[in-house]
């Protein structure tokens, strides 16, 4: 029992720094408890070793083709329907066998380098800030090969460049005073949008970058349930609970978007590897409503500056995301490197429809 519960409270480190990316993306994190909370009610129902929880990768997807409010929470919304109806009626695991895997392998590494792409901006505007994340994720990543210990030493790395470096040692495209960087703390890292019900306006709801975007959303939601619930239900010892995560995924999505709220979707986590697998899962999930119903990720963000999270970005891209994937893309080279690649360059809707295209086209000849 105490390993079940270190693990959901190690887990919640993790969740409270991705929360910090959701808020700096205008997404309220507040919002979010109701789908941890309805993320704990259904994986407890479902008995599931796989969590719901923020993701850098789907927050990434679902502001890269819409840039505002309302726009970007309608694609989440949006994209969490196609997850309820395929869960609720059990037709979540037929679904999947109809995508070539190659293909779903390939718009999982596309987003990757989508990712690492992010970062590496970051770094280009605050070289000493971002640039020291990565160093320290990287660190942690080859001593603990854990994204919990990756995401801490680069949340911590970025802290101490921009808040503990003296000026002297600043570039100069970075640098500012104390002062400014207390003032721009307080107006800028800190606002988390309020929860607040999406104005609808169905000319912008059903708007193209919106419809691409969800769908990109939920194309990334498809491979993530397969991939990450086969690999915890391995830790757990116990059987694949697809359509159950896939639901889970989908009302925790929709629940929170409603309220202005991120993507909250499925994730490997510690939790499977323990005694009580799904003890730990829902008690993660639950302590992690608590955590961003009372507002803890926006008072956080005073402290962390954004560009903290590069090396988190870019870990998660290129040295986990690709390796898992990239033997997948191997398995039919053609459609899973087309699918890679149009991914990286726009966005896994595109990517899959893409690599679908060059599947039927290799049938018919």
Same mark, same amino acid.
């Given at each position: 029992?105490?390993?079940?519960?270190?693990?959901?409270?190690?887990?919640?480190?993790?969740?409270?720094?991705?929360?910090?990316?959701?808020?700096?993306?205008?997404?309220?994190?507040?919002?979010?408890?109701?789908?941890?909370?309805?993320?704990?009610?259904?994986?407890?129902?479902?008995?599931?070793?796989?969590?719901?929880?923020?993701?850098?990768?789907?927050?990434?997807?679902?502001?890269?083709?819409?840039?505002?409010?309302?726009?970007?929470?309608?694609?989440?919304?949006?994209?969490?329907?196609?997850?309820?109806?395929?869960?609720?009626?059990? +037709?979540?695991?037929?679904? %999947?066998?109809?995508? &070539? #895997?190659?293909?779903?392998?390939? *718009?999982?590494? @596309?987003?990757? =380098?989508?990712?690492?792409?992010?970062?590496?901006?970051?770094?280009?505007?605050?070289?000493?800030?971002?640039?020291?994340?990565?160093?320290?994720?990287?660190?942690?990543?080859?001593?603990?090969?854990?994204?919990?210990?990756?995401?801490?030493?680069?949340?911590?790395?970025?802290?101490?460049?921009?808040?503990?470096?003296?000026?002297?040692?600043?570039?100069?495209?970075?640098?500012?005073?104390?002062?400014?960087?207390?003032?721009?703390?307080?107006?800028?890292?800190?606002?988390?949008?309020?929860?607040?019900?999406?104005?609808?306006?169905?000319?912008?709801?059903?708007?193209?970058?919106?419809?691409?975007?969800?769908?990109?959303?939920?194309? +990334?939601?498809?491979?993530? %349930?397969?991939?990450? &619930? #086969?690999?915890?239900?391995?830790? *757990?010892?116990? @059987?694949?609970? =697809?359509?159950?995560?896939?639901?889970?995924?989908?009302?925790?999505?929709?629940?929170?978007?409603?309220?202005?709220?991120?993507?909250?979707?499925?994730?490997?986590?510690?939790?499977?590897?323990?005694?009580?697998?799904?003890?730990?899962?829902?008690?993660?999930?639950?302590?992690?409503?608590?955590?961003?119903?009372?507002?803890?990720?926006?008072?956080?963000?005073?402290?962390?500056?954004?560009?903290?999270?590069?090396?988190?970005?870019?870990?998660?891209?290129?040295?986990?995301?690709?390796?898992?994937?990239?033997?997948?893309?191997?398995?039919?080279?053609?459609?899973?490197?087309?699918?890679?690649?149009?991914?990286?360059?726009?966005?896994?809707?595109?990517?899959?429809?893409?690599?679908?295209?060059?599947?039927?086209?290799?049938?018919?000849?």
């Amino acid at each position: 029992m105490i390993a079940a519960i270190l693990a959901a409270v190690g887990m919640c480190a993790d969740g409270v720094a991705e929360g910090l990316y959701a808020a700096r993306h205008r997404f309220s994190a507040r919002a979010a408890a109701v789908g941890y909370a309805a993320g704990a009610g259904l994986g407890w129902l479902y008995g599931v070793v796989t969590p719901v929880t923020f993701t850098v990768e789907s927050i990434t997807v679902a502001t890269r083709t819409a840039k505002e409010r309302p726009q970007i929470v309608w694609i989440v919304a949006l994209s969490a329907i196609p997850s309820i109806a395929l869960g609720a009626t059990g +037709l979540y695991s037929s679904f %999947v066998d109809l995508l &070539d #895997t190659a293909v779903v392998g390939g *718009a999982i590494a @596309g987003v990757g =380098l989508i990712l690492a792409n992010v970062g590496f901006g970051y770094v280009r505007e605050r070289p000493l800030t971002a640039g020291l994340a990565v160093v320290a994720g990287f660190v942690a990543f080859l001593i603990w090969d854990d994204l919990v210990a990756v995401i801490a030493a680069s949340v911590i790395g970025g802290v101490v460049a921009a808040r503990l470096v003296p000026d002297r040692f600043v570039p100069e495209r970075e640098l500012e005073s104390r002062e400014e960087k207390i003032a721009r703390a307080e107006d800028e890292d800190v606002a988390e949008p309020p929860i607040e019900r999406p104005s609808f306006d169905l000319r912008g709801v059903l708007s193209w970058p919106v419809l691409v975007g969800a769908f990109s959303v939920f194309a +990334l939601r498809t491979g993530a %349930v397969v991939s990450y &619930d #086969t690999v915890n239900a391995e830790l *757990a010892g116990t @059987g694949q609970e =697809l359509d159950g995560v896939t639901l889970m995924a989908g009302v925790a999505s929709l629940g929170s978007s409603l309220l202005g709220g991120p993507p909250i979707e499925t994730t490997p986590a510690p939790m499977a590897a323990t005694p009580e697998p799904v003890f730990s899962t829902v008690l993660f999930m639950g302590a992690m409503a608590v955590i961003t119903g009372i507002g803890l990720v926006g008072r956080l963000g005073r402290f962390i500056p954004l560009h903290a999270i590069a090396g988190f970005l870019v870990v998660l891209g290129v040295p986990v995301v690709l390796p898992e994937n990239l033997p997948m893309v191997l398995d039919a080279a053609i459609p899973g490197s087309v699918a890679l690649a149009v991914t990286a360059a726009s966005n896994p809707f595109y990517g899959i429809v893409a690599g679908q295209l060059v599947v039927a086209a290799i049938g018919v000849l």
